[in-house]
């Protein structure tokens, strides 16, 4: 019986979850491509920086992940630059495979804006993994510098966060509340810290439940963040920051969590894409002159029924998923394809040690019980996975 030949394009939350389901079908021959050679839980970063997380604890090897299935899975570490839809053939750094069936998944990247001088050359981005922890290490060695230097000198640790979305709110929080503790759990005499949030519209977390926003504002205060709201950054030096308002501020190191945009295969793609320039799929979430191309997560923007965007979160990355393989399967089935009914599920957002804000299923929940849903849903996502890999790994080190 003829194979269907499934290639998945991204090993993220979205091309992960698809791998998971299309699996269960011995009859599916299943390719993963991922330009790195590890699944990286975006969603934890800011665990991974404030020292909470290693990298092993935000990361899974994807060959061990994929050699965990039924021999129906393999996995290439190559960078896909292309695709020729005419002859279903996905195009890579190193070769060329063919497919029956194509899932496009490779997420998003930071948005460096052009037009802000000096931003790419001395921010730090945290969306790709190695720039994360980069920017973890200088985050440890400043504060040992501080550490380092009291006794002869006593100087402010200035830290700039610009983007205040989600992440670049969890971040700020995380990095606060960690910072705070060490100072005082260590009895460092030298404490000074200021973080900044350079946020460019009336409030924190646009788009987001408006008590949620409240609560979050709040606790960023009595973490002693302090939010500029209305504001953009428009120049970087070495140490200084220009804002829009004519302010410059002093940093020691700035992280840009500003704005993100498709990556480089997205743009060398030629299929309709949107103003943003994010490839436009159907309700079946099918790129619609290409039947049998899927695009999922947030390569793409999908709406609910009201005509809003959903939000890109790894939530609705996985709802898309999920019915990405049932379509598939009926693809292959001859049945009519499914249309997508995808919502986001709920927020949360870590606030800092300990603290989270959330809103699940229309009810609101705020510190430690928030903290520790937020916990419990992180450590699930990544028990899953680091149980297939696990497996992967037990065949090769049979021993
Ligand atoms: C700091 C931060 C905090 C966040 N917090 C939350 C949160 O609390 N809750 C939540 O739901 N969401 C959160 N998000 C958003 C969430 O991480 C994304 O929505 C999610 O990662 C999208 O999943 P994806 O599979 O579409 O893309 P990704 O997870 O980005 O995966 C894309 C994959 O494609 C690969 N790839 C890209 N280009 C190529 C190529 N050309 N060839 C081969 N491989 C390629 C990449 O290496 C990557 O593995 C957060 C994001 C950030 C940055």
Redesign the pocket.
């Known amino acids: 019986m003829k194979k269907n030949k499934i290639i998945v394009?991204?090993?993220?939350?979205?091309?992960l979850r698809t791998i998971e389901k299309l699996a269960k079908n011995p009859q599916n021959d299943i390719m993963l491509?991922?330009?790195?050679p590890y699944?990286?839980m975006?969603?934890e970063?800011?665990d991974l920086i404030a020292n909470e997380e290693d990298f092993a604890q935000v990361s899974v090897d994807l060959f061990t992940f994929c050699m965990g299935f039924d021999e129906n899975v393999v996995f290439y570490k190559?960078?896909?630059?292309n695709i020729d839809f005419i002859n279903k053939k996905v195009i890579?750094d190193v070769n060329r495979f063919s497919y029956d069936y194509l899932v496009l998944?490779?997420?998003?990247r930071t948005k460096f804006m052009s037009n802000v001088k000096g931003l790419r050359e001395y921010a730090h981005g945290?969306?790709a993994l190695h720039r994360a922890m980069y920017f973890k290490q200088k985050f440890e060695m400043s504060l040992f510098k501080r550490v380092d230097e009291s006794g002869t000198s006593c100087n402010a640790l200035n830290i700039v966060i610009a983007g205040g979305g989600?992440?670049g709110v969890?971040?700020a929080a995380q990095m606060a509340s960690f910072s705070l503790d060490f100072y005082s759990n260590n009895n460092f005499i030298c404490r000074k810290l200021n973080i900044v949030l350079i946020n460019s519209g009336e409030h924190i977390l646009k788009g987001i439940d408006k008590k949620l926003v409240q609560k979050s504002d709040e606790r960023l205060k009595k973490l002693e963040i302090t939010i500029k709201n209305n504001r953009k950054v428009v120049e970087v030096k070495q140490n200084s920051v220009k804002l829009s308002c004519g302010e410059v501020l002093q940093m020691d190191f700035m992280i840009f969590?500003g704005g993100v945009e498709p990556?480089?295969?997205i743009y060398a793609l030629k299929v309709d894409k949107n103003e943003k320039g994010y490839v436009v799929s159907n309700e079946f979430l099918e790129i619609p002159e290409h039947k049998g191309t899927f695009v999922?997560?947030?390569?793409t923007t999908i709406y609910d029924s009201n005509d809003e965007i959903v939000a890109?979160?790894?939530?609705?990355?996985e709802q898309m998923a999920e019915l990405c393989a049932k379509n598939i399967d009926r693809l292959i089935n001859n049945k009519p394809l499914i249309e997508h009914k995808i919502k986001s599920r709920g927020v949360?957002?870590?606030l800092g040690r300990g603290y989270a804000v959330s809103k699940i299923f229309g009810m609101y929940f705020s510190g430690y019980i928030a903290f520790i849903m937020k916990k419990a849903v992180e450590r699930l996502y990544a028990k899953k996975l680091d149980m297939q890999s696990h497996k992967g790994c037990k065949k090769i080190f049979k021993d």
């Not at 890109?312 to 990355?317: R, S």
């Open positions: 394009i991204g090993g993220g939350y979205a091309g491509l991922d330009k790195n699944h990286f975006q969603t970063v800011y190559q960078d896909v630059t890579t998944a490779v997420g998003s945290i969306k989600l992440s969890e971040i969590a990556n480089h295969l999922i997560g947030d390569c890109p979160t790894a939530d609705t990355a949360l957002i870590a």
